[in-house]
């Protein structure tokens, strides 16, 4: 669970710094260029980030203090090592709440985008010669090679695509009678520039984020914030492909969509040209200005974006974290090793003065007796990641001082997952000793 979480945050602030970046830019850059940077959004939210990337005010592990850490650790560890006994953490319970959210939502996504499919795979194309062969114009103008369908029917109220992998263009019957050719062109080149910008698969990657993170309001406030900006590098897409026709005769077709419309939704899945009505201001506004836009801001779209995906994507190795202490990170093992053979005595003693003073010998050995003896031997432990500090809380108040705050991904005979968190400080006379201790499951 606390992976979710961190993603979950992870996404929240690459919306955030994208969104700021969009409406900076949007009255001067051009929707070819804007359109790289949201795409990080989604993948930010799934992608796994390591924490040392970010500041140690966010990312650093909470370090328990020795007097302080034993009974946590009974409540969490010893309940995973009598498999059930005590019944589900505190932990489990938000874990299986989080599953359950997740896929209550994915089966209703699942769910309606199968009938909408279904529903519409069952109409039947036109054969209309003078409208497909004004869509197969439109698709070589727009550079669209695909095959794609036209449905022209009753039951939809505004211009919309639906599908990838076989995908239809929906167009209310009454629509080619009381469209010009032109406003008729203007509504197709919206719909394509759709297909052509990958509208339909990213929007169900946003279904998966919102999925996933359906508990974090900010992954559905992304996900429209995306969905406002989609129609408007739709309309910009379509102007250009339009050429010469003027911006009115495009802002026509646009009204004229919304008014039929009515409000009605689109089908499930299903882009419409109509379908962001309350950004439809801005939408006229672009219309009649995308001419002033200008295409050098590509470049620093495609700047900018990879300064993003380099600050919020991009997957940082353990050794690439920049550990500024490789030797209280291989002081740690050692100390790990003395508790992994049972040498409980002695890892007090290597201890730091500051541990040693929140409890004495007899209370660590007895809390690691009950703690770490029912997990078992220790299978694995692999390195995670590393922060140093330069103050940690402790039962009495923040500490402060020199420390390396250290999580390993770590595997025992009793509990295969588990993560403990390790902080060692640097004492006067320069060796690194330990100042804490914690080992949780790895939810």
């Given at each position: 669970?606390?992976?979710?979480?961190?993603l979950?945050?992870?996404?929240?602030?690459?919306?955030?710094?994208?969104?700021?970046?969009?409406?900076?830019?949007?009255?001067r850059?051009r929707?070819a260029?804007?359109?790289?940077?949201?795409?990080?959004v989604?993948?930010?939210?799934?992608?796994?980030?390591?924490?040392?990337?970010?500041?140690?005010?966010?990312?650093?592990?909470?370090?328990?203090?020795?007097?302080?850490?034993?009974?946590?650790?009974?409540?969490?560890?010893?309940?995973?090592a009598?498999?059930?006994?005590?019944?589900?953490?505190?932990?489990?319970?938000?874990?299986?709440?989080?599953?359950?959210?997740?896929?209550?939502?994915?089966?209703?996504?699942?769910?309606?985008t199968?009938?909408?499919?279904?529903?519409?795979?069952?109409?039947?194309?036109?054969?209309?010669?003078?409208?497909?062969?004004?869509?197969?114009?439109?698709?070589?103008?727009?550079?669209?090679?695909?095959?794609?369908?036209?449905?022209?029917?009753?039951?939809?109220?505004?211009?919309?695509?639906?599908?990838?992998?076989?995908?239809?263009?929906?167009?209310?019957?009454?629509?080619?009678a009381?469209?010009?050719?032109?406003?008729?062109?203007?509504?197709?080149?919206?719909?394509?520039?759709?297909?052509?910008?990958?509208?339909?698969?990213?929007?169900?990657?946003?279904?998966?984020?919102?999925?996933?993170?359906?508990?974090?309001?900010?992954?559905?406030?992304?996900?429209?914030?995306?969905?406002?900006?989609?129609?408007?590098?739709?309309?910009?897409?379509?102007?250009?492909?339009?050429?010469?026709?003027?911006?009115?005769?495009?802002?026509?077709?646009?009204?004229?969509?919304?008014?039929?419309?009515?409000?009605?939704?689109?089908?499930?899945?299903?882009?419409?040209?109509?379908?962001?009505?309350?950004?439809?201001?801005?939408?006229?506004?672009?219309?009649?200005?995308?001419?002033?836009?200008?295409?050098?801001?590509?470049?620093?779209?495609?700047?900018?974006?990879?300064?993003?995906?380099?600050?919020?994507?991009?997957?940082?190795?353990?050794?690439?974290?920049?550990?500024?202490?490789?030797?209280?990170?291989?002081?740690?093992?050692?100390?790990?090793?003395?508790?992994?053979?049972?040498?409980?005595g002695?890892?007090?003693?290597?201890?730091?003065?500051?541990?040693?003073?929140?409890?004495?010998?007899?209370?660590?050995?007895?809390?690691?007796?009950?703690?770490?003896?029912?997990?078992?031997?220790?299978?694995?432990?692999?390195?995670a990641?590393?922060?140093?500090?330069?103050?940690?809380?402790?039962?009495?108040?923040?500490?402060k001082?020199?420390?390396?705050?250290?999580?390993?991904?770590?595997?025992?005979?009793?509990?295969?997952?588990?993560?403990?968190?390790?902080?060692?400080?640097k004492?006067?006379d320069?060796?690194?000793?330990?100042?804490g201790?914690y080992?949780k499951?790895?939810?």
């Amino acid at each position: 669970m606390n992976a979710i979480l961190d993603l979950s945050l992870h996404g929240s602030l690459a919306f955030l710094v994208v969104w700021a970046l969009d409406r900076l830019f949007a009255s001067r850059m051009r929707a070819a260029g804007r359109g790289w940077w949201w795409i990080t959004v989604p993948l930010a939210f799934l992608v796994s980030i390591p924490l040392s990337i970010f500041p140690a005010a966010i990312t650093a592990p909470i370090v328990h203090e020795a007097g302080a850490w034993g009974p946590m650790v009974r409540a969490d560890a010893a309940a995973r090592a009598t498999a059930g006994t005590m019944g589900l953490s505190q932990s489990e319970v938000w874990l299986w709440l989080w599953v359950a959210g997740a896929i209550i939502y994915l089966v209703l996504v699942v769910v309606q985008t199968r009938a909408a499919l279904f529903r519409w795979s069952r109409e039947r194309l036109s054969t209309d010669p003078e409208l497909l062969g004004l869509l197969e114009d439109c698709k070589q103008e727009a550079g669209v090679t695909a095959p794609i369908g036209l449905v022209v029917s009753d039951c939809v109220f505004a211009p919309a695509l639906l599908g990838w992998l076989r995908p239809r263009i929906l167009v209310p019957r009454n629509m080619p009678a009381s469209m010009s050719r032109d406003q008729l062109r203007a509504v197709l080149f919206h719909e394509l520039a759709h297909f052509r910008s990958l509208d339909i698969p990213l929007n169900w990657l946003f279904a998966v984020v919102r999925a996933v993170h359906w508990f974090n309001p900010l992954a559905h406030v992304a996900f429209h914030a995306w969905a406002n900006f989609r129609e408007e590098a739709a309309d910009e897409t379509a102007m250009m492909c339009m050429k010469a026709a003027s911006p009115v005769i495009y802002g026509e077709a646009l009204l004229r969509a919304i008014r039929e419309a009515n409000g009605v939704a689109p089908p499930f899945g299903a882009l419409a040209i109509g379908e962001s009505i309350h950004n439809l201001k801005r939408r006229i506004t672009m219309i009649n200005q995308y001419q002033n836009k200008s295409s050098r801001w590509l470049l620093a779209g495609g700047v900018l974006t990879v300064i993003i995906a380099g600050f919020i994507v991009r997957p940082i190795h353990a050794e690439d974290s920049g550990d500024p202490s490789p030797v209280a990170v291989a002081a740690m093992q050692t100390w790990l090793g003395e508790i992994d053979q049972s040498q409980y005595g002695q890892s007090w003693k290597d201890a730091s003065a500051t541990f040693q003073k929140a409890l004495t010998s007899d209370q660590w050995v007895a809390a690691l007796n009950s703690v770490r003896t029912p997990l078992g031997k220790c299978t694995s432990r692999k390195f995670a990641s590393s922060v140093r500090q330069a103050e940690v809380p402790s039962p009495t108040g923040p500490q402060k001082g020199d420390f390396v705050v250290t999580q390993f991904k770590s595997s025992f005979e009793n509990l295969a997952d588990a993560v403990e968190t390790v902080c060692f400080e640097k004492g006067a006379d320069g060796t690194w000793k330990a100042s804490g201790y914690y080992i949780k499951p790895d939810i």
